[in-house]
Every structure is written in structure tokens, then in C-alpha cells.
């Protein structure tokens, strides 16, 4: 399925996304970083991390609402699952200098550090 997502970075220039899972409750804190709250040191504000990317790409029709929508939810899991890889995406997606490079961070965390 990765392969899919970059093929579609690659041939858009900015697409997408991918299925988020309910992994259960989030770290203490995680909730409302992820939602946009203030970020305790060593969290993610996955919020804006997607809206990083939106703004990156603006005026590509692929990342709208639900692409967001779905990036955050991704962000979320990964809070969970793996801090260390979201707050890789979260640099990332901060250093990011376009906008296929942004969605990578997002889609590829660990594979676009290259």
C-alpha cells in the first residue's frame, strides 16, 4: 500500500493518506496535543503538523479536508504506537520545502529521512 500512496505523491505531486486504526486510548497528554492543544515537550501536535502540510500545498485539490482529516488520525496512531516516528514526521513535515517532500514525511516517516 505504500508503494501505492509515493506512486501517487510521484505522479500528483501531493496525494495520499491511508486507513488510521482505532488503536485504543492515547498517552496521557496525546489527546489534546493531537486535537491542537498545547504541546507538552517531547509531543506532537499532529494538527498542525497536517495543516503544515495543507499550507505547503496550497492550491493542490488532493489535500483537502478528509485527506487532513485522515493525516491527522495517522499522526494520532503513530503518537501511540511510535512517538519517536511522529515526532519524525513532525520534523519533517517542519523542514519540508515542497510539497511532494511534506506528504512523504506524512505517508513515510522513516523512509523519507533519506
Sequence with gaps: MLAALVAV???GGCG?????SDAGPRPDGAGD?????????GTVDCR????G????CA??????????SICRQNCETRIILELDV???????VAA???????????????????
Design 9 to 11: 505523491v510521484v505522479a
Design 16 to 20: 495520499g493518506g491511508g486507513a488510521a
Design 33 to 41: 496535543v493531537a486535537s491542537g492543544g498545547d504541546a507538552p515537550a
Design 48 to 51: 498542525a503538523t497536517c495543516d
Design 53 to 56: 502540510i495543507a499550507a505547503i
Design 59 to 68: 492550491g493542490m485539490s488532493t489535500i483537502d479536508e478528509n485527506w487532513l
Design 86 to 92: 511522529a515526532q519524525l514526521e513532525q520534523a519533517c
Design 96 to 114: 519540508a520545502v515542497d510539497c511532494a517532500t511534506a506528504v512523504l514525511c506524512s505517508v513515510d516517516p522513516i523512509g523519507s529521512r533519506g
